[in-house]
């Protein structure tokens, strides 16, 4: 069975629960008021799920979140209703609930295609707008409206435009991590997944040797990384990601000889340089599952490492523990009460939907492929910055 071990290291927070937020014992007290209990026909619905993760949930706890999960998935059946569980998600939500799983490329793609009558976002409110983008004849559900995020609040819609003003004619590619006012302003979107493909795309298509890119600062620069197409960058920066540094990295090599560090390309380009492999969500847990190393961390937001976890068994995952206090918004009662009594419905104007959807139709329609990975162990490439 995978490990999840909490590293002692100052660079950021250790020893805590990605759960914590939530709680085992407050779910119990959850279900309680909502009628439900943990009873034998609970226990036949769930014991199969409890598998998958047993590894980070212990048994005791077990009856605290089982009633929830079975109540959410009889719910999702007789609504016709589906839940996207991004990679951010604590376990008992991702694989107990989830009926897609992944980044958000991944799941911008299943809500394009789902047919599903209702889309429940197990994800923070920009992912739950790219769904309705999508999906417009679909009621979205978020189950909390204050699953917000730092990166998406870094930029506006008027941002946008005065970008616009001052680089006339030059493409603008819009990170996903934004909202939908952002979107409309934009000429195409991309995930972390295929971002330098995006921005190589851009350049082309528009016959500029120079690209727009927001609003993530440290993507930007890790993008210039790999390609030699000319980066204008936002000031924008994940709170997750952007506190890990070079001497977390030297700390844990130092702590746990022998592991493999993989970063998330929202880190600074110096935790980056550093790392071993680096890559989208998705391109880390494919490095997982081919490569099998013994001993690896993930910086990146810490139920990944859970989730990833559970399809990997055999190795060793050192967490240090930074959580995004958005995502952790998202509860297995929240998923309940929105699915139970259909609030917190996403609404987006039509015409700002119809300008977002031609941005993000642009990044579905370009050819799938394999996650790219970033580049490490190189200098910091220069952007920039508006």
Known sequence: MARIIDAPFSGVESGCDPRALNGAWGSLSAAAARGLAFTDEVRAKTDALYGKVKHVVPAVEWPAYAPLIAAINDLKRAKNAIVLAHNYMTSEIFWCVGDFR??????????????????????????????????PE?????????AGCSLAASITGADMRLIKQKFPGVPVVTYVNTSAEVKAESDVTCTSSNAAAVVEWAALEWGSDRVILVPDEYLAKN?????????????GRC???ERFTAEDVAELRASYPGIVVLAHPECPPDVMSAAD??????ALQLYVEENRPAKVVLLTECSMSDN????APDVDFIRPCNLCPHMKRITLEGVYDALKEMK???VIAEDVRVRAKQAI???LALPKEKPRAFATGRLPVAVQLV
């Open 102 to 135: 992944g980044d958000s490329l991944a799941l911008a793609y299943k809500a394009a295609q789902t047919e599903a009558s209702i889309i429940v976002q197990a994800g923070v409110h920009f992912m739950a707008e790219t769904s309705k983008i999508l999906a």
């Open 138 to 146: 679909k009621t979205v559900l978020i189950p909390d409206l204050r």
């Open 223 to 235: 993008v210039a990384a790999q390609t030699s197409t000319k980066i204008i960058a936002w000031r």
């Open 239 to 241: 709170e997750v990601h």
């Open 277 to 282: 492999f680096a890559g989208s969500t998705a």
């Open 308 to 311: 990833v976890a559970a399809a």
């Open 344 to 346: 917190h419905e996403v």
């Open 361 to 363: 139709d642009r990044m």
